[in-house]
């Protein structure tokens, strides 16, 4: 267990699918108080990140950054197909219905790509890293581990 309440670590993990970085700070307080800053989309992880942090440092602000950035396959910006036909079929109906001389093949494909949802969020991205919150938890544990040699 952490005795001191302030303190810094920082650990970086790389593989081929993702880089995970976390830095954590803490600063005294009578009280343990986590704040944490994640990627979107990683609202899931954040009870496990916040037992761990308990679970070694005792009472203390601890400010959490985590760093998730995609490699390889994940990093492309998948395409919410779904999505896309959706609104290519919006088009084409509200086209003919009120448009004279729409033509279906006149949409352009770029204008439905830049529409909200159809290109991946980052949520999205990480969704695809395999094994993602065990290994958030082991960066964190090791950052952990480090802040305590501060």
Not at 84 to 105: I, N
Request: hydrophobic share 45%; charged share 20%.
């Amino acid at each position: 267990m952490i005795r001191s309440m302030t303190g810094y670590g920082a650990a970086e993990q790389t593989n081929d699918q993702v880089r995970l970085a976390v830095e954590i700070r803490t600063v005294n307080n009578r009280f343990f108080k986590a704040n944490q800053r994640l990627p979107e989309g990683l609202g899931a992880v954040e009870m496990t990140i916040e037992n761990l942090l308990r679970a070694s440092i005792s009472r203390g602000t601890v400010n959490l950054n985590l760093t998730v950035e995609p490699k390889g396959e994940s990093a492309r910006a998948p395409v919410n197909t779904a999505l896309l036909a959706a609104y290519l079929k919006d088009v084409v109906d509200f086209g003919e219905a009120h448009l004279p001389g729409f033509r279906p093949q006149d949409v352009r494909v770029e204008a439905l790509l830049a529409l909200p949802g159809v290109v991946g969020s980052e949520q999205v991205l990480l969704v695809g890293i395999a094994d993602l919150p065990a290994r958030i938890e082991a960066v964190v544990t090791d950052t952990s581990s480090s802040s305590a040699n501060c």
